[in-house]
């Protein structure tokens, strides 16, 4: 048999300590990518979806809500872009200026 096992306190790793300090700040880097990768996911699935009737008022409303995407067969990697590019500003912005409040 082995020696004494250690105790739960030993087994537990200490975090650094840049880890312990609770600053509350968002990587607004991250948050862009993390929310146009999603939103230019749901774009395309969107696009894909618009053979049928209820896909159809997606496109339309997508084709507001961006200039120059229309319901065209290739537009689905043009409305792919506009949207991810759209959410990852969205999504910094929102990250810097809640950075900005949280001081």
């Given at each position: 048999m ?19 300090e ?30 049928t ?51």
């Open positions: 082995s020696g004494p096992q250690p105790s739960t306190q030993e087994q537990t790793r200490t975090p650094p300590a840049e880890a312990t609770a600053t509350g700040k968002v990587d607004a880097r991250a948050l862009g990518l993390s929310a146009g990768i999603i939103w230019g996911a749901a774009v395309a699935f969107l696009e894909l979806a618009a053979g009737k209820y896909g159809e008022r997606w496109r339309l409303l997508l084709a507001d809500l961006y200039p120059g995407y229309s319901s065209e067969p290739g537009d689905l990697v043009w409305g792919t872009v506009l949207g991810v590019v759209d959410a990852f500003v969205l999504g910094y912005l929102f990250g810097r200026i809640y950075n900005r409040l949280a001081r």
